[in-house]
T-cell receptor
Framework: GAVVSQHPSWVICKSGTSVKIECRSL??????MFWYRQFPKQSLMLMAT?????????EQGVEKDKFLINHASLTLSTLTVTSAHPEDSSFYIC??????????FGPGTRLTVL | GEDVEQSLFLSVREGDSSVINCTYT??????LYWYKQEPGAGLQLLTY?????DMKQDQRLTVLLNKKDKHLSLRIADTQTGDSAIYFC??????????FGKGTRLSVIA
């Protein structure tokens, strides 16, 4: 149980295009989903926290107009990287929480912007 | 803000025990976690411990917590080549985002 999927797992896009990444909790309802970003050989940095049906809470330094987060249902959250640039290339990982104290991570999405 | 520190590298021989250490600064941390990340993959939760516990054992894994010193360790007994990965320590106050350390890269030598 407690499986979280991400789609796509790998995407290459041209600079200036937008990319949408989906995060799904497959066998549980996630009241909260988190989006993290991981640079090569570095730790995970929290980008934003999203609760179903409400606006996401962004961490300091994360542009909310660039990284659009939608948590439309208890099993789906999306992260859209708008007008992507090479510096946005990274590994994006989501996690989903069914309640207190537990977070289950997706397999990650590797974004490469040319 | 909260900070979690780990050593960056650890190398052990196959069959030996590995001990990965972590320190944290947030005294209100309620839960402390160990995650494993294999190359190119997401994170896999290995184990977690509540702050009111001193030790937790799960098969080859033993977690020790010294709350006074804010020190957490993960011991892997009989380390195998498949244990080679990056291990992240993380802390949380409950239903809050996790704060991660930078990760310890464990290399197991056959």
């Amino acid at each position: 149980g407690a499986v979280v999927s991400q789609h796509p797992s790998w995407v290459i896009c041209k600079s200036g295009t937008s990319v949408k990444i989906e995060c799904r909790s497959l066998d549980f309802q996630a009241t909260t989903m988190f989006w993290y970003r991981q640079f090569p050989k570095q730790s995970l940095m929290l980008m934003a926290t999203s609760n179903e049906g409400s606006k996401a809470t962004y961490e300091q330094g994360v542009e909310k107009d660039k990284f659009l987060i939608n948590h439309a249902s208890l099993t789906l959250s999306t992260l859209t990287v708008t007008s992507a640039h090479p510096e946005d290339s990274s590994f994006y990982i989501c996690s989903a929480s069914p309640g207190v104290n537990e977070q289950f991570f997706g397999p990650g999405t590797r974004l490469t912007v040319l | 803000g909260e900070d979690v520190e780990q050593s960056l590298f650890l190398s052990v021989r196959e069959g030996d025990s590995s001990v990965i250490n972590c320190t944290y600064t947030d005294s209100s941390s309620t839960y402390l976690y160990w995650y494993k990340q294999e190359p190119g993959a997401g994170l896999q939760l290995l184990t977690y411990i509540f702050s009111n516990m001193d030790m937790k054992q799960d098969q080859r894994l033993t977690v020790l917590l010294n709350k006074k010193d804010k020190h957490l360790s993960l011991r892997i007994a009989d380390t195998q080549t498949g244990d080679s990965a990056i291990y992240f320590c993380a802390e949380s106050g409950g239903n809050t985002p996790l704060v991660f350390g930078k990760g310890t890269r464990l290399s197991v030598i056959a």
